[in-house]
């Protein structure tokens, strides 16, 4: 079975020092992983993709999360936090085989401090 | 650009009534999804549809709802008879299932259900 665990529920960060969120996956084959990130009272936005063409993998706003197999991780990051960034974080696994069901990590709240 | 719509944005009904979520989705996806996420919980997968028929559901996905698309734009989630603990934050999303994007899954508001 498809799993993904984030490692913290919150990260508090200064505006402008990076970010890291931290996703590990559980896979028996190489899996799709999202990013996805939900502001307070919105829907939940695509941030990135990882579909096995490049390990590196650019999204939206500045973000980016490399795929690690040997580490079974898919951290997310962001050179210089800015404000809009406070929101919750969700690393994603596709089941393809099961009707495309997404399975989601717990989430990480991100603060970002003035 | 295009986006998934929910309405209501909050619907509040009493224990054992029937509720009507409703969707849009995107205009030509094939694909189309429930989730719900109760507060402090994850975000769980209730059901996929394709074809006019669900490919996927889970455990939650009991008896007690259904999906539908009525027409070519639509797509309903019903509680026949709704629990305390259908009390969550509803979900719809849609993919593709064509192209290079074909199993990226776009999410709508959601729809915040009480029940009293």
């Known amino acids: 079975a498809q799993s993904v665990t984030q490692l913290d529920s919150h990260v508090s960060v200064s505006e402008g020092t990076p970010v890291l969120l931290r996703c590990n996956y559980s896979?028996?084959?190489?899996?799709?992983l999202f990013w996805y990130v939900q502001h307070p009272n919105k829907g939940l936005q695509l941030l990135l993709k990882?579909?096995?063409?490049?390990?590196l993998v650019k999204g939206i706003n500045g973000f980016e999360a490399e795929f690690k197999k040997s580490e079974t991780s898919f951290h997310l990051t962001k050179p210089s936090a800015h404000m809009s960034d406070a929101a919750e974080y969700f690393c994603?696994?596709?089941?393809?085989?099961?009707?495309?069901?997404?399975?989601f990590g717990g989430g990480t709240r991100v603060l970002v401090k003035p | 650009e295009p986006e998934v719509t929910q309405t209501p944005s909050h619907q509040v009904t009493q224990m054992g009534q029937e509720v009507i979520l409703r969707c849009v989705p995107i205009?030509?996806?094939?694909?189309f999804y429930w989730y719900r996420q109760i507060l402090g919980q994850k975000v769980e997968f209730l059901v996929s549809f394709y074809n006019n028929e669900i490919s996927e559901k889970s455990e939650i996905f009991d008896d007690q709802f259904s999906v539908e698309r009525p027409d070519g734009s639509n797509f309903t989630l019903k509680i026949r008879s709704t629990k305390l603990e259908d009390s969550a934050m509803y979900f719809c999303?849609?993919?593709?299932?064509?192209?290079?994007?074909?199993?990226?899954?776009?999410f709508g508001p959601g729809t915040r259900l009480t029940v009293l």
């Open positions: 205009s030509n996806h094939l694909y």
């Open positions: 999303a849609s993919s593709p299932g064509t192209g290079a994007h074909t199993d990226t899954q776009y």
């Open positions: 990882y579909t096995s063409a490049a390990t």
């Open positions: 896979s028996s084959y190489s899996p799709s």
């Open positions: 994603v696994v596709i089941h393809k085989a099961a009707g495309n069901k997404l399975t």
